[in-house]
């Protein structure tokens, strides 16, 4: 689409890139992380790629698939992207369930990292 | 059968760590025949099965039957995120807390579910049936009976080893805990610390569960 604004694109091309290398190998991650970058995984802080990798890599379950039901994007006033994808997941044979995560992504020397991760289940308490 | 035909409505949950076998545990007990429901929004599963409970009073006499109604909550997976919603403890009457006795770091954590039940179930002191899982892979165990039942007597709970895949001790592990909560009932005069929603004696069934009933088989 040649009318959407550059951060839009690079938004969608991010989040298509993430959830494609999670779903086929999450060790690869680390590519688009560096040793800043912060990760809440379920309220559950990791900082640095390293941790972080390894927080993705020892999720105890082998297969795992990612459907994108919508995604937005917004420029941030310091050039970054803030972007927010919902969607929903299988993992092996549970039954499907709802997520949500936000991330920040940031050009560095010519490459754009993500910064910021922060993931969460769509459940929510009842009582 | 309709719906409402039932004196008790009992819910159960199973919990313990990723891969200890809950879901094949529950479908081995409900004879893989159940009304599988899946809440999103919740992230439950759940499984009903009727049983007809009879009390084993020491006098011997025997009264009918109670007819009960149970449902079995299962996870739908979402303790692989680290994000078990511990609302529904609260909302759950008995707990079977399974670990894999192929898998010691599944043993060792059942103090930290032994914990998080004291803190979020209806009361410090549920009623709870620890099971250690998958004995029929004798050659893989990780964990020795003797270790496993020390635990179980530190907690004051019943101890049992199930496989839920050739089904050995699943039906007796339900049953010692369909009892615990009978027997506590029957000492209950007053049955109002009962947490809301959990134990309905004659009461209709949610509107969102009443529907498929009808392959629910009794199972005295």
Known sequence: MVDQPLWEQIGFSFVQHYYKMFDSDRTQLGSIYIDQSCLTWEGQQFEGKRAIVEKLSSLPFAKIAHSITTQDHQPTPDYCILSMVIGQLKVDDDPIMGFHQSFILKNIQDAWVCTNDMFRLAIHNFV | MSDGDYDYLIKFLAL??????????????????????????????????????????????????????????????????????????????????????????????????????????????????????????????????????????????????????????????????????MKRMERCVDKSWIPDGTVRTNGPLHSDLSENSEGNKCAC
């Open chain 2, 16 to 181: 313990g760590d990723s891969g200890v076998g809950k879901t094949s545990f529950l479908y081995q007990y409900t004879d893989g025949k159940f009304n599988s429901k899946f809440i999103t929004t919740v992230g439950i599963d759940f499984r009903e099965k009727r049983v007809v409970y009879k009390s084993r009073d020491a006098d011997g006499s025997s009264g009918r039957g109670q007819k009960i109604h149970m449902q079995l909550w299962d996870t739908a997976g979402q303790e692989r995120f680290r994000s078990l919603t511990t609302a529904f403890f609260r909302d759950a009457m008995g707990f079977l807390l399974l670990f894999d006795l192929t898998n010691e770091q599944s043993f060792l954590n059942v103090r930290n579910w032994m914990s998080q039940l004291q803190i979020h179930a209806y009361c410090e002191n549920p009623d709870i049936v620890l099971c250690g899982n998958k004995c029929d892979l004798s050659d893989q165990r990780a964990v020795r009976e003797e270790e496993a039942r020390e635990l179980a007597e530190k907690y004051g709970v019943p101890y049992f080893e199930t496989s839920a895949a050739n089904g050995d001790n699943v039906n007796q592990a339900v049953d010692v805990l369909l009892d615990l909560i």
